[in-house]
């Protein structure tokens, strides 16, 4: 009994002599950002397409049978180039018609020349023995029968010449009407052929051979090759801070890792076919696999007022919410590389694509917790 009692009173001695060692206080590493004041940028991104610089449905200006189609969809064709016929031979038999009609009015022309001149040389004659008899019968050299004859050989002179100055501006129109049809007829034999206005390439084709046609129709559409232009619509909400000239950013879905500069070179006035305003802008450069119809991305970036130019913007992960409202927690430097958490409400304004905005609670300079945060609570020690 007494030899148990002196272990046990070793024990304890032992005890009191090698008290247990204190656990160590772990400081925990956190990520964290200084606050600086940021340019923002006011962008706005918007769908559109694709669409060739030249695009046109290309038609007939006559209506008839089409004899003969030399182009296929994919064909690329050049300025110039023969595309389609129709069957000419009703307007060569019409203009045949006006040609000889043009040849008729110019016969009657020459007609009524010839008859103008007699016509004005009997009345020179008439008019001339009118004034010598009147100035002998005033003399009473004359008789009064031969004066009035004079006279009415003058006054049918003059008629006669009259009516054939009007018989000739008559055949003088005639002959200008038969030219202007004779020109028109030409044009409608010349219309039964289409060629491309413009050099190209087939998009679309909407007709056969032996179909009839009315005027106006599409036979193709021909899309211009080369660089293509993007149509986006805007709201009109925007549409006034879009002008001409203004720089954007072009993406397509079909080129994920491309991004393409590009220029407004139009600004629709007034809606297109929803409440948008329909604005194009031309790609500086460009893919050859890039297509008419091709969706695309165009982003505009537009200048902000004066007090928006500079905003501080932290990163989502850096924002805390909870039941007393949204958060930060500021890092108080210590010695050496720790810092003590000291939590700081702020008010928010947008969010943007590269952070949150921070309207107050925060100023240049600050040190703030960059993520983590449900991890860190006020008052903690930390190492940054």
């Known amino acids: ?48 397409s694709a ?20 182009v296929v969809v994919g064909d690329v064709i050049r300025r110039g180039q023969f595309i389609a016929s129709l069957e000419p031979t009703d307007y060569e038999v019409s203009l045949q018609q006006a040609e ?22 009997n009345y020179i004659a008439a008019r001339s023995s009118y004034m010598r008899i009147t100035q002998l019968y005033e003399n009473n050299s004359v008789s009064l029968n031969e004066f009035e004859q004079a006279k009415a050989n003058y006054e049918a002179a003059k008629a006669n010449y009259e009516a054939a100055q009007a018989q000739f501006n008559a055949a003088q129109f005639n002959t200008t009407a038969s030219i202007g049809q004779k020109q028109s007829a030409k ?104 297509r008419p119809g091709m969706p695309a991305n165009v982003t505009f970036e537009f200048d902000l007022p004066v007090e928006d130019s500079n905003k501080i913007i932290v990163p989502t992960s850096a924002v805390g919410e909870d039941v007393q409202g949204r958060f930060v927690y500021k890092l108080r430097k210590s010695e050496g590389v720790s810092a003590f958490v000291q939590r700081q409400e702020i008010e928010i304004g947008r969010i943007r694509n ?29 190492r940054m």
């Not at 179909?211 to 293509?228: C, D, F, H, Q, R």
């Not at 590269?354 to 107050?360: A, P, Q, Y």
Request: contains cysteine; glycine residues 8%.
């Open 51 to 70: 669409k060739a610089k030249e695009e046109a449905n290309l038609s007939f200006k006559v209506a008839g049978t089409v004899n003969n189609l030399e």
């Open 100 to 121: 000889a009609q043009e040849q008729a009015s110019q016969a009657s022309e020459q007609s009524a020349e010839t008859q103008i001149k007699s016509s004005q040389a």
């Open 187 to 290: 044009n409608q034999v010349s219309y039964t052929r289409l060629v491309a206005p413009f050099s190209g390439v087939v998009s679309q084709q909407f007709v056969e051979e032996n179909e009839l046609v009315a005027s106006g129709n599409p036979i193709i559409t021909l899309s211009s090759l080369g660089k293509p232009e993007v149509e986006v619509g805007v709201p009109e909400i925007l549409i006034s801070k879009v002008r001409e000239g203004m720089n954007t950013t072009v993406t397509f879905s079909s080129f994920p890792d491309q991004q393409f500069e590009a220029r407004v070179i139009e600004v629709g006035y007034s809606p297109g076919s929803g409440s948008t305003y329909p604005v194009t802008v031309d790609l500086s450069t460009s893919d050859d696999a890039i």
């Open 1 to 48: 009994m007494r030899i148990q009692i002196l272990i046990t009173s070793f024990l304890l001695c032992s005890m009191c002599a090698n008290p247990p060692a204190e656990k160590e206080t772990r400081i925990r590493p956190v990520k964290y950002i200084t606050i600086n004041k940021v340019g923002i940028i006011d962008a706005h991104t918007f769908t559109g």
């Open 354 to 382: 590269e952070g949150i905005e921070v309207i107050s609670g925060l100023n240049e300079g600050d040190v703030i917790a960059a993520a983590g945060l449900n991890i860190l609570q006020d008052g903690d020690e930390v």
